[in-house]
């Protein structure tokens, strides 16, 4: 894996020419995350429902580590936060074409407070870590993408158990860990192996095509 400091700037910020208006830090940043949180919303459209859960299983894992890995730490967060903020404002830009809003079966809560919200708020975490082991260099190659992708997927996959058990245990007052487990982890691990892979070997194949140009 690269050492701090051998690498510098991520694939956008090399990729996207710093020409004319785009000179400006400003402008450049904001298209980015216009373009980032139009990547999450369209991912969130493509969604499975699963037999086994109520939360179904989407791309927007594999946008959250995608982009946390091109952006960076500041503006990969900073873009899901942008994404959170779309569905608080009541746009439909969550899986199943909800928003913060919409009930959920669970009580009647709106999704921002349900008992899957927890997934959601990893998002600007996940960005952040997968961002700052960017920008150390391990987006450069598979060998060292492959544990950058697993451990923001693992950020992920630990909010959305933690929260569900603590929705679960203050709504409900009990706490079965082995159903948690199989409601919020287990139906997701085939589909996010898939996802992590596939922008671990992204980042990597992004870095070789720059370098031939």
């Known amino acids: ?39 999450m919303i369209l991912s969130a459209r493509i969604s499975f429902p699963l037999p086994t859960t109520t939360v179904p299983v989407t791309m927007q894992t594999f946008a959250v580590l995608l982009l946390g890995a091109l952006y960076g730490p500041r503006l990969g967060a900073i873009t899901m936060l942008t994404y959170i903020g779309t ?15 919409t009930p959920t079966p669970f009580f009647g809560l709106p999704l921002i407070v349900s008992s899957t919200a927890g997934y ?62 199989m409601a919020a982890v287990v139906p997701f691990l085939l589909g996010d192996a898939a996802k992590l892979l596939l922008a671990a070997f992204a980042l990597p194949g992004g870095w070789l095509l720059l370098g031939r140009r």
Not at 128 to 134: D, F, I, M, Q, S
């Open 120 to 181: 959601l708020y990893s998002y600007p975490l996940v960005a952040a870590l997968v961002g700052w082991l960017a920008n150390q260099g391990w987006d450069r190659r598979v060998r060292s993408a492959i544990p950058a992708m697993l451990l923001g997927n693992l950020v992920i996959l630990l909010c959305g158990f933690a929260w569900l058990a603590g929705a679960t245990a203050l709504f409900t007052g009990t706490l079965d860990i082995p159903a948690l487990l």
């Open 87 to 101: 569905g608080l404002l009541g746009m439909p830009v969550f899986s199943l074409g909800r928003n913060a809003w």
């Open 1 to 39: 894996m690269a050492a701090a400091g051998t690498h510098t700037g991520t694939l956008a910020q090399r990729l996207l020419p710093r020409r004319g208006v785009l000179e400006r830090p400003w402008i450049r940043d904001g298209l980015l995350v216009v373009a980032g949180t139009l990547l």
